[in-house]
């Protein structure tokens, strides 16, 4: 079963734009972690939280984890053509490796 | 590093025939291996997680009589979709776990006719 709800199901931005999605969860998490996906291909991983993190950096990408309210978010700044994607996010919890992702977001971003 | 390779990368199949996915980790050696499903347009469903030299643990709703998963080695495992119907139609996702990371295949996309 899906853990849980991400939103906007789809996102369009022109380039430059910042682009901010939203992840949320609902039992407890170890961590959480974001990925891409282009169109009929597989995944890639973009980044990862753990639970007693708030916010990680990682090039244009800014994400922050409340685990009080079970939700996280993650924004793309300065956006680009080639961040057109969907984006996923996946926790992981007591079960060791096992990700559950989300419903996830269709990024396009507009030259 | 930590390269997962899937083959095929698409399959065509008539409607009750069988089908086999294979999941290589390429670089590293995996214990465990994870399968998904996706539909168009729809998130990743876990199907099942495969362990290296056990029982695959399916989730609930799979048909384990359907979706027969065998870890043989610790770099390979695969996933036979058994007398395939066109509703079987889907985009098939391995992923296999390096240092508590996992790291997934390019997918395999099945079609039933």
């Known amino acids: 079963s899906q853990q849980g709800e991400e939103d906007p199901q789809a996102l369009s931005i022109q380039e430059g734009e910042n682009a901010t999605m939203n992840c949320s969860y609902k039992?407890?998490?170890?961590?959480l972690q974001w990925y891409r996906q282009n169109s009929g291909r597989g995944l890639v991983h973009l980044i990862l939280?753990?639970?007693?993190?708030r916010e990680k950096h990682s090039g244009r990408l800014r994400v922050t984890l409340d685990t009080s309210k079970k939700s996280s978010s993650l924004l793309i700044t300065a956006s680009r053509a080639a961040d057109t994607a969907s984006y996923f996010c996946?926790?992981?919890?007591?079960?060791?490796?096992?990700?559950?992702f989300g419903q996830g977001t269709i990024l396009t971003v507009h030259p | 590093g930590a390269v997962v390779s899937q083959h095929p990368s698409w399959v065509i199949c008539k409607s009750g025939t069988s089908v086999k996915i294979e999941c290589r980790s390429l670089?590293?050696?995996?214990?465990?291996m994870f399968w998904y499903r996706q539909f168009p347009k729809q998130s990743l469903m876990l199907m099942a997680t495969?362990?290296?030299?056990?029982?695959?643990?399916?989730e609930q709703g799979v048909e384990k009589d359907k979706f027969l998963i065998n870890h043989a080695s610790l770099t390979l495992s695969t996933l036979t979709v058994t007398s395939a119907h066109p509703e079987d139609s889907s985009f098939y996702i391995c992923?296999?776990?390096?240092?508590?990371?996992?790291?997934f295949g390019p997918g395999t996309r099945l079609t039933v006719t």
């Open positions: 670089d590293f050696q995996a214990t465990t």
């Open positions: 996946a926790t992981v919890g007591t079960s060791y490796g096992k990700l559950t």
């Open positions: 939280i753990r639970s007693n993190e």
């Open positions: 495969s362990n290296e030299g056990s029982k695959a643990t399916y």
């Open positions: 992923s296999a776990t390096y240092n508590y990371e996992q790291y």
């Open positions: 039992t407890s998490i170890n961590n």
